[in-house]
């Protein structure tokens, strides 16, 4: 009952029980030993200490860099009466065996603290497992709602229950800057702070009028980042620009294109036409904040954003005028990937790989920029055929803020009404979709790397709210972006037995319908 479904699977002779003379013997994976230790140990309290030879009762983790076919994250576990092993090329597919070795035990093996009389027999199997896609990711906006970092540590290590290796953080927007910048405190001492939020939706014009405000200190980062890497989980972040600035431009009002009549941090959700002008003194201030974002994240690949930039302000600006000018430019529809070139430049001298939404498609975005395919399907053909890899993130299928049925109670949602034209994103909705365009030509350089979900959080203020939208559709994105998506009826079968470890979790979910 393994979720995501490995690529094989087949019933092994026998069982295996943990006992206090289990040992763990990992002599080129210490660290993969430790996170054995970390989410075993307090719940079964057994030791699970270090054995320097697979003897009898030990689970061995053992690295193969000749077993080319799993790739840099497959694995091969195999569970006997004898003991348990695990073979990978490196520490990436042993920690996956590790959640899959997890999941084998009973569903107490997720509870957060010790569990009594469990008899912690693992199912016999033998596995060979390996994903299709690289990238397989979820998306937490936390500008628009502050999330504590405790929480966040929660959703790295549903992500790892997923083997799911990506958690992408969207840091700052119009409401609200979250990312310490120790060169430009005002940043959060200002732009972290919004004196109301929309009460319903934004065209019934209503606030709650409470404050809210918060942001994480460069030390909390780092520990976060820390947190993810022992689980395997590479966090991405986000400066959104040069649009959804409205928040930075409320601390610095120089940054923006009307300094004398400088906005509040925003109150209100949608997209503002608030953007960062074009002055070379911007860029500079970009660059500082983008300097301390890689100081803190050492992920190969930063977001840079580049989406919903109104073009309003640039094309009444003088400035931009002469910008548009100077750099022999059609118009204010050029700025965008100005700015997007140059902060991707800035990255790329610094050995990182720039992302970007699909609104850079066609706007000569640097080529091996990654983009993310989220305004429909058709989005991922067209970032392919513009030399881009792409990640699949389209809103139709994997935005996990929309409602996933029209059943009364639902929560509030950014689509409540289906404006957009078709309904509810169901469970099977979600895991039904195939990321793959189809009639491209096969021999495109560029090609689809990822897969991921994306939970905007103008109606998620809390973390039990964010996982009710989460859980557990986030389960079926990492079969779609593991590869392994079988017939719906046999994923439900599964699912319901993975929503014991859901509440053994103590997680908030939607119940199945």
């Known amino acids: 009952m393994l979720i995501p479904r490995p690529v094989s699977i087949s019933d092994s002779s026998g069982s295996f029980a943990l006992t206090p003379a289990t040992t763990i013997h990992a002599p080129d994976a210490p660290e993969v030993a430790a996170l054995l230790r970390e989410l075993l140990t307090p719940v079964t309290g057994l030791p699970l200490p270090d ?27 195999d569970v006997a009466r004898t003991g348990v092993t695990a073979v990978a090329t490196g520490s990436a ?25 469990v008899s912690w027999t693992v199912t016999p199997v033998s596995i060979v497992d390996t994903p299709r896609y690289p990238w397989r990711g979820l998306l937490i906006d936390v500008g628009r709602w502050h999330k504590p970092v405790a929480w966040l540590r929660t959703v790295v290590d549903v992500l790892a229950m997923h083997r799911m290796n990506v958690l992408h953080l969207h840091l ?35 606030s709650d009028g409470t404050p809210h405000g918060g942001f994480y200190t460069q030390d909390e980062l780092r520990d976060l980042v820390a ?64 300097d301390e974002l890689m100081d803190v994240f050492p992920s190969p690949w930063i977001h840079l954003g580049g989406d919903e930039v109104p073009l309003d302000e640039w094309r009444t600006s003088p400035a931009a005028a002469d910008r548009i000018a100077a750099e022999g430019l059609t118009g204010a529809e050029d700025l965008l990937g100005w700015w997007i070139r140059r902060a991707a430049a800035h990255v790329a001298r610094n050995g990182r790989r720039a992302v970007l939404w699909d609104e850079l498609v066609g706007q000569a975005a640097p080529p091996d920029a990654i983009v993310m ?29 929309y409602p996933a049925s029209d059943a009364p109670g639902e929560p509030l949602s950014i689509r409540t009404g289906y404006a957009e034209g078709h309904g509810p994103t169901t469970l099977d909705h979600v895991y039904t979709y195939r ?22 959080s103008e109606y998620t203020p809390t973390p039990a709210g964010a996982e009710y939208n989460l859980l557990p559709r986030l389960a079926a994105v990492a079969e779609i972006a593991w590869g392994t998506p079988a017939a719906p009826d046999s994923f439900r079968t599964r699912l319901r037995a993975h929503l014991r470890r859901f509440d053994e979790a103590g997680l908030n979910y939607r119940p199945l319908d």
Do not use: C
Not at 196 to 206: C, D, K, N, V
Not at 229 to 256: C, F, K, N, S, W
Not at 438 to 449: C, E, F, H, K, W
């Open 172 to 206: 700052t927007d119009d409401q609200g800057w979250r990312f310490e910048v120790r060169k430009h405190p005002r940043l959060t001492e200002v732009g972290a702070f919004r004196a109301s939020s929309p009460r319903g939706h934004e065209t019934e014009g209503l």
């Open 227 to 290: 947190y993810a890497a022992r689980r395997g989980v590479t966090i991405v972040p986000e400066i959104d620009l040069p649009g959804h600035m409205q928040a930075a431009i409320a601390a610095y009002p120089r940054l923006g294109n009307d300094p004398a009549n400088p906005p509040e941090v925003w109150t209100r959700f949608g997209v503002s036409h608030r953007v960062l002008n074009v002055a070379d003194e911007t860029v500079a201030f970009v660059t500082d904040v983008l």
């Open 435 to 456: 990321p793959e365009p189809a009639g491209l030509p096969q021999d495109l350089p560029s090609r689809v790397i990822g897969v991921q979900a994306n939970l905007w």
């Open 93 to 117: 597919g042993l920690r996956w065996a590790v959640q899959a070795l997890r999941q084998l035990l009973p569903a107490s093996a997720f509870a957060s603290g010790p569990v009594l009389d």
């Open 51 to 77: 054995a320097p030879d697979p003897g009898p009762q030990a689970i061995a983790m053992l690295v193969d860099p000749a077993a080319t076919d799993l790739g840099a994250e497959g694995y091969r576990l």
């Open 373 to 401: 395919a989220w305004r429909g399907h058709d989005r991922i053909a067209e970032g392919l055929r513009d030399g881009h890899d792409v990640i699949a993130t389209p809103h139709e299928h994997l935005y996990l803020d």
